[in-house]
């Protein structure tokens, strides 16, 4: 038997086409190869399973194997094999009308990136790096005529007996001079490795040999031999097709050190599954977070039917689960198409908000469950939490229950505890509850000795996201707002009916006043005459709320807020008219005296905030000696 055929396809020179696309993604052949293989392994045993095929299985691996002088490379299996009809019905006609559509579809598309590698070009990705690729296959069925079939990508092929004597597939692929780099062990494995290491049928990888002993020689020498190496590239059966009964936190953490070999190991996990209304399995890792998140993101591996497709898994993910580690597999996710096809697909929202309230119902177990860990490993959690808390209001609804606030003893509140801790306390005039936070407990240690000398609490807010989630729970509580613990003197900071009285009359204020200003030489700091605590320092630096936060904001490359970040910084210098050290200036005749007095108290104010520096501290050292 032998037929010269034309493939009839409607689109003249695909091949140019595809080949300018797919340029730097040429190893996805290798990947689309081995899945047909597997399919078609697959295949037959489904068919044993119900009856439809009666011969032996075999061992049923898929062998990928290469020759160097004949330059080239053997995708071999054992599966369903095909007829020569058959493979004029699929590889004419459904892998190139694949090959047809894809080019239909993007030839006209400026972002050629976004195409590589999210277009599945299935068998016909073959020819990115053949001059021909051959095809020897027998069929299971009864029979059944061994075909081969041969094709150099353009619409000509020509197909004849072919001389398989057993079931299954092989592809031969006659590497093209600009691809030799595939007929090489390492690059193959690597290869394999990437796409191929969770794959439902054993992969071998083959050429790959070992000298073992074989006796002695004729002189009495140790002689070797070469032996192949059974090479199975692949781990079967991973963890997430299991069911969660079958495994114990020693497997899941196994699997984490398989795909994560030098990390930490994780704070916990999530076992995905669910079958409708879309497929999904998955492991879902809470890893330990390190400083560098960028480093920490897209490290969850996307697979589709245990075929590893992508770690990009932007979409199918909440964005504010991007630091999550492990796998995810789903048949549903169309993963032959562009990034903008997979934000507008609806199975793709469905399982992002499917992981949302998955990782929320873990969440809120483990809080439950066992409170005293969840605290442990809040610092971590804590990040994940409330920028989930910020992006997403379903989220927010759900972690409100179980969200932590720190304070600075280190202990640990509800949203709800919090609030019926510091009301009574921390209730303003006009029935506002304050929360007071530090973002630094070394720089701010002054304002917080104050302000728990006052019986307030301080929260700790010193991670990145925390600006964002002070504003967030400002909008999300009622009648609350959050003020720095430096951000006023303690007195001020919670405004209440009975402020303390002033000692100093307007007169005397006036003169306080214009000593300090002119005892101050930086620029920007307005001087204020308040009537505070005896016992607070006589000077203290502050730097309002509002205005705080636009700098910021500002820095943090906000929309609109340059404005802010252009002004220089502007603080309040809060002078404490009663205390002791004021009326001692007052007292002085001497005005050298009532400067260099006033100068010493405000570069103490300065040095408790770590603000004084440089020939400033210098003149305050020397300042300092004189005074002794
Ligand atoms: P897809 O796998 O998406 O169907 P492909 O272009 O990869 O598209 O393959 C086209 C068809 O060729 C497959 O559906 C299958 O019927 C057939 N085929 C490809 N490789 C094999 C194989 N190794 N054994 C049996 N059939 C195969
Ligand atoms: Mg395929």
């Known amino acids: 038997m032998q037929e010269k055929g034309t493939i009839s396809i409607h689109t003249e020179n695909i091949f140019p086409i595809i080949k300018k696309f797919l340029y730097s993604d040429h190893e996805i052949f290798l990947r689309e190869l081995v899945s047909n293989a597997v399919d078609a392994t697959q295949k037959i045993k489904r068919l044993a399973s119900i009856g439809q095929f009666n011969g032996q299985l075999g061992d049923l691996k898929v062998e990928v194997s290469f020759n ?9 299996d054992k599966g369903l094999g095909m007829t020569a009809e058959e493979i ?60 081969r079939w041969i094709c150099d990508g353009s619409t000509e092929f020509e197909i004849s007996t072919g001389n398989k004597t057993e079931r299954g597939t092989d592809i031969i692929l006659h590497i093209n001079k600009d691809s030799e780099e595939f007929l090489n ?24 040999t070992t000298q073992e002993p074989d006796g002695d020689d004729e002189n009495g020498k140790p002689k070797y031999k070469s032996v192949e190496v059974d090479n199975i590239i692949n781990n079967t059966s991973p963890i997430w097709t299991k069911a969660p009964s079958e495994l114990k936190d020693e497997d899941y ?11 930490e190991d994780p704070l916990f996990w999530i076992h995905l599954n669910v079958d409708y209304p879309f497929n999904l399995t998955g492991v879902l890792y809470f890893p330990k977070l390190k400083n560098d998140f960028e480093m920490q993101r897209n490290k969850i591996k996307l697979f589709s039917r245990q075929v590893f497709i992508t770690d990009e898994v932007k979409d199918v993910v909440p964005e504010f689960l991007m630091l999550l580690h492990g796998v995810i597999d789903s048949p549903d996710i169309p993963l032959n198409v562009s990034r903008s096809f997979l934000q507008a697909d609806s199975a793709v929202k469905k399982i992002n908000s499917y992981i949302t309230k998955k990782v929320a119902d873990k969440l809120a177990d483990l809080f439950r469950n066992d409170r005293k860990a969840f605290e442990s490993k809040w610092t971590d959690i804590g990040l994940f939490v409330k920028y989930g808390m910020i992006s997403e209001e379903k989220f927010y609804d759900k972690a409100k229950d179980f969200a932590l606030l720190t304070n600075t003893k280190s202990e640990y509140f509800t949203l709800e505890e919090y609030r019926e801790k510091v009301k009574p306390v921390q209730t303003d005039k006009e029935d506002n509850v304050v929360y007071l936070y530090s973002t630094d407990i070394n720089k701010q240690d002054g304002f917080i000795q104050s302000a728990n000398k006052k019986n307030y609490d301080v929260l700790l807010m010193n991670s990145p996201i925390d600006t964002h989630f002070i504003s967030q729970l400002e909008q999300k509580l009622e009648k609350t707002s959050l003020k720095r613990v430096d951000s006023d ?3 001020k900071l919670i405004k209440k009916e009975d402020a303390p009285a002033h000692i100093l009359n307007e007169e005397e204020s006036g003169k306080v006043k214009a000593i300090f200003e002119k005892a101050i030489t930086k620029p920007n700091m307005q001087v204020e005459i308040e009537s505070l605590n005896p016992d607070e320092l006589p000077v203290i630096v502050t730097m309002d709320e509002f205005m705080r936060r636009m700098k910021d904001m500002a820095q943090m490359g906000g929309g609109g807020m340059s404005f802010y970040g252009a002004m220089p910084d502007n603080y309040k210098v809060a002078v404490n008219g009663n205390h002791k050290l004021i009326s001692k200036i007052l007292k002085s005749d001497n005005e050298e005296e009532q400067i260099k007095l006033a100068r010493q108290a405000f570069d103490l104010a300065l040095i408790s905030q770590g603000l004084l520096n440089g020939a400033e501290l210098t003149d305050f050292v020397n300042r300092s000696v004189e005074l002794i």
Request: negative net charge; without cysteine; glycine residues 6%.
């Open 88 to 147: 004029k019905k699929y590889i004419n006609q459904v892998a190139f009308s694949g090959a047809e559509e894809f080019v239909e579809k993007f030839k006209d598309s400026k972002d050629a990136n976004e195409i590589i590698g999210k277009f599945g070009m299935g068998f016909y990705s073959a020819f990115m790096v053949a001059d021909h690729v051959e095809i020897q296959t027998l069929s299971y069925q009864d029979g059944a005529e061994p075909a």
């Open 489 to 491: 003197v303690a007195d």
């Open 68 to 76: 160097e002088t004949a330059k080239t490379l053997t995708i071999s």
């Open 253 to 263: 953490l196994n699997f984490y050190k398989e795909l994560y070999p030098f990390s």
């Open 185 to 208: 062990q390492n690059k193959l494995q690597e290869i394999l490795d990437k796409y191929g290491r969770f794959l439902p049928v054993p992969i071998k990888l083959g050429n790959k």
